[in-house]
């Protein structure tokens, strides 16, 4: 069965902390891994995307990791800011063409000064 | 460029009521697609459609109801709502369904009572 799991379910820190939020998969092919961050009151807004070939990749204070073989992704947020308080999620496509998503239920992360 | 639109935000509606939520993008994308979001589940698919004249159900149809007007507008209709449908409704656009970049719309949050 396809799915994503994140862990943990919510997390705490405060202001200028680090912090690594995890995605486990089970999808099979597997093609690309996304994650979100989605404001409270906000549509899902894209941090990035790690397609099978790429172990890391960074967007400003975020960097994102992938391991295939474990089917296994991090996000790591570095000097953690309030702006930074907010669900990240991660989705996964699935399926002939890869046009479904399937997504995880989220980390909600609060930062706190 | 207002990307993906939604209206209203807000709705509260009775039991057996019927309703119609909007959707338009402006990024010329081919690909909408209707999600809900309930708590402590991850972002469900409704209804999509692939591209300006076709529709196709999600994981999650029924009780609603979908129409591709043209390229731009995508709606989703609740002919008899029913307290089931609470939730918090995304509208989302991509190029194409296979492409990775998904935009979404900041959400309708409907109520019935």
């Known amino acids: 069965k396809n799915q994503v799991e994140q862990s943990p379910q919510s997390l705490i820190i405060l202001e200028g902390k680090n912090c690594t939020l995890q995605?486990?998969?089970?999808?099979?092919?597997?093609?690309?891994l996304r994650w979100y961050k989605q404001d409270t009151g906000r549509g899902p807004v894209s941090l990035t995307i790690m397609t099978f070939s790429e172990n890391t990749k960074s967007n400003g204070r975020y960097t994102a990791t992938l391991d295939a073989d474990t089917k296994q992704s991090s996000l790591h947020i570095t000097a953690s800011q309030l702006s930074d308080s907010a669900s990240y999620i991660c989705v996964v496509p699935f399926g002939e063409g890869q046009g479904n998503l399937i997504f995880g239920k989220g980390t909600k992360l609060s930062v706190k000064p | 460029n207002a990307g993906v639109t939604q209206n209203p935000k807000f709705q509260v509606l009775k039991t057996g009521q019927s309703m119609t939520l909007q959707c338009a993008q402006d990024?010329?994308?081919?690909?909408m697609y209707w999600y809900r979001q309930d708590p402590g589940m991850g972002l469900r698919l409704i209804y999509y459609?692939?591209?300006?004249?076709?529709?196709d159900k999600g994981e999650v149809p029924n009780g609603y109801n979908v129409s591709r007007l043209n390229k731009r507008e995508f709606s989703l209709r609740l002919e008899s709502a029913a307290p089931s449908q609470t939730s918090v409704y995304f509208c989302a656009s991509a190029l194409d369904r296979a492409n990775y970049g998904y935009t979404f719309g900041s959400g309708t949050r409907l109520t019935v009572v």
């Open positions: 990024m010329n994308h081919n690909s």
């Open positions: 459609s692939a591209s300006e004249g076709t529709t």
């Open positions: 995605c486990n998969y089970t999808v099979s092919p597997f093609s690309n």
